[in-house]
């Protein structure tokens, strides 16, 4: 029987922040790819190499963890004061799921870069030299995002010096503005306050776990905070710590389902299968040192607090973008978790310590008629492009 020849996509293999993912604009999609749907999800699934038993993607583009699989959509907007439409699919590694439900935010700066990369910006938009604002429409969460790309020559400036902790080699800076950053928008999270619960601290009843105090917030993307104390932990751990200890990883998946439960994102516990980007589960702490990943020393006086974070069901090798923003988010906002651990009171930036090193986010919050109102969270990416050109995928994998 005649095999399916292999069909070639164009696509560009890029790096944002501490993710990668492949990027492609709307229209060079396959016709049938270009709608969400079944055959989309499955292109991606296949470009991606997933899902995979062995837990490697050796036959696709993945690289086997939830910071590397991930595909990205791009399309000049629609919406007015918009550039670009920015849809993001997170894939799994070990199911045929790719979820839809969230934003990344460390793929965010790349979709700013790319925009430009790929000719999605109006010219007259883009300086010769200097700075390009590129107003991104997030369609997952329906948000915007702002980000400001170095130009030189008319091209992206994409080496630099700008370190990030995380990331092997400097680059370019590019300062990222998520607007209004609270998921109420009319994307697929929209509908709801920033703490769905109405309260900055919530006893959040977690089956064979216990009574745990949460804080539950949707800012950037929904997410659970828990006392790193209060579930055995010091807030300095690494992913070899927790990565590979399964019950570890099913208790805190407990505690992320049950915060997806009472933040209204899910009906049924089982839904939650089909949920594994959102929301997120992580753990803070007060400051104190430890070693990063690479051997570098975090110390006590140089953090704010300490924060851990998991996705789709393993602890993050650094921090996802979107999460940085709930953590700047609840840490302006006097009472949070995140704020507590932070040390309380009001306050605008918050540096804090995660697996590779650190990271300085900051928000604005004010209290409009008895309800917390966040108007931006900003933080400094780099993105850079690896590798341009098309993928090739069996022509009868969707």
Not at 37 to 55: H, K, M, Q, T, V
Not at 224 to 242: H, K, M, P, Q, S
Not at 290 to 300: C, E, H, N, Q, T
Not at 332 to 347: D, F, K, M, Q, S
Request: net charge negative.
């Amino acid at each position: 029987m005649p095999q399916a020849a292999q069909i070639r996509i164009p696509a560009t293999y890029m790096r944002g922040g501490t993710s990668k993912g492949v990027f492609f604009r709307l229209q060079d999609l396959p016709e049938r790819c270009q709608e969400p749907g079944e055959a989309r999800d499955r292109l991606f699934l296949r470009i991606i190499g997933s899902p995979d038993p062995y837990a490697a993607h050796i036959d696709g583009m993945g690289g086997a963890t939830s910071s590397t699989s991930k595909c990205v959509i791009l399309a000049k907007s629609s919406r007015p004061d918009h550039d670009v439409d920015y849809l993001y699919g997170q894939v799994a590694i070990d199911k045929a799921l790719v979820d839809w439900s969230g934003n990344c935010g460390n793929l965010s700066t790349a979709a700013g870069a790319f925009a430009l990369h790929a000719g999605l910006v109006d010219p007259a938009r883009v300086p010769r030299n200097g700075v390009c604002a590129v107003r991104i429409w997030q369609a997952n969460i329906g948000k915007t995002i702002i980000a400001h790309v170095p130009v030189t020559d008319g091209q992206v400036q994409e080496t630099g010096e700008f370190e990030l902790d995380g990331v092997t080699f400097p680059a370019a800076e590019i300062v990222l503005e998520f607007l209004d950053p609270s998921e109420d928008g009319a994307g697929e999270n929209g509908g709801g306050s920033m703490f769905p619960t109405g309260n900055l601290v919530d006893e959040l009843e977690v089956p064979d776990v216990g009574s745990l105090k949460a804080t539950l917030i949707s800012a950037g993307i929904p997410t659970v905070f828990v006392n790193a104390e209060d579930i055995g932990y010091r807030g300095t751990e690494l992913r070899e710590d927790i990565n590979g200890n399964p019950e570890a990883l099913a208790r805190l998946d407990k505690i992320r389902v049950a915060g997806a439960l009472r933040m209204g994102l899910i009906k049924t516990p089982e839904e939650a299968a089909t949920r594994q980007h959102t929301p997120k589960i992580a753990f803070v702490a007060p400051p104190r040192d430890y070693l990063a990943a690479s051997g570098k020393a975090i110390r006590a006086e140089d953090v704010d607090l300490l924060v851990r974070a998991l996705s789709m069901g393993k602890l993050h090798h650094a921090m996802m973008g979107t999460a940085a923003v709930a953590i700047s988010t609840a840490a302006a906002i006097p009472g949070t978790l995140v704020n507590l651990a932070a040390g309380g009171g009001e306050r605008d930036s918050v540096r804090f310590g995660h697996p590779s090193g650190t990271l300085r986010v900051g928000a604005q919050a004010r209290l409009v008629d008895g309800e917390w109102q966040v108007s931006r969270a900003v933080m400094s990416r780099t993105a850079r492009v690896l590798m341009e050109g098309a993928v090739r995928v069996p022509g009868d994998a969707f």
